[in-house]
């Protein structure tokens, strides 16, 4: 069973307990940025009637990773058990191939111009736990799950939208 990250968008506050969370546990100075972890602020509508919403960002740890495909010196690996792709720093030469490659521009380089990335807290979830930003988040919009029912609550949740939309649009016809 694999298991992967699942935010739901409507419960996140845009605290950034989960940033701040993997930046204690992959023992990371604050002031060092960018984070592993980031919060996006989403805004919508227009004044009066505005929303906000909030993502919480980091590797997407993908089926077909584009960074793990440009890494010249194998730095870049999937995780045998955790499926996570994860870095060995002693391997990383620094040259950005992986950010050039990565769609989302995830990876992230500290003062020795070594790459950083989200690795999923491979050791906690090996020993059962969930990775710390689940762990530390208060409203528990992130969850890491059976893969499978991540896919279907994603497709549940755009075939809701599909017919609050579509709904939406007949009122008005």
């Known amino acids: 069973m694999e298991k ?5 968008i409507e419960l996140c506050s845009g605290c950034g307990a989960c940033a701040v969370a993997c930046l204690d546990h992959n023992d990371i100075e604050v002031d060092m940025q960018p984070a592993l972890r980031r919060i996006l602020p989403v805004e919508e509508g ?3 009637n505005v929303s906000i919403a ?3 960002v980091s590797c997407m740890h993908c089926a077909e990773s584009p960074c793990l495909v440009g890494c010249p010196t194998g730095a870049i690996r999937r995780h045998e058990t955790t499926r996570a792709i994860t870095v060995d720093r ?7 191939s992986c950010a050039m490659a990565c769609p989302f521009g995830i990876p992230r ?13 491979s050791a906690w979830v090996m020993s059962g736990r969930d990775p710390a930003c689940v762990r530390v988040c208060p409203m528990g919009a992130l969850e890491y799950r059976d893969l499978n029912e991540v896919m279907q609550a994603r497709e549940s949740a755009a075939n809701e939208r599909l017919v609050t939309a579509s709904r ?5 016809l």
């Open 90 to 96: 002693s391997l990383c030469i620094g040259c950005h």
């Open 46 to 48: 227009r004044y009066p």
């Open 54 to 56: 909030y993502v919480s």
């Open 109 to 121: 380089y500290d003062h020795d111009d070594k790459m950083h990335k989200c690795q999923r807290c």
């Open 4 to 8: 992967s990250l699942y935010l739901n």
């Open 168 to 172: 939406k649009a007949s009122v008005t």
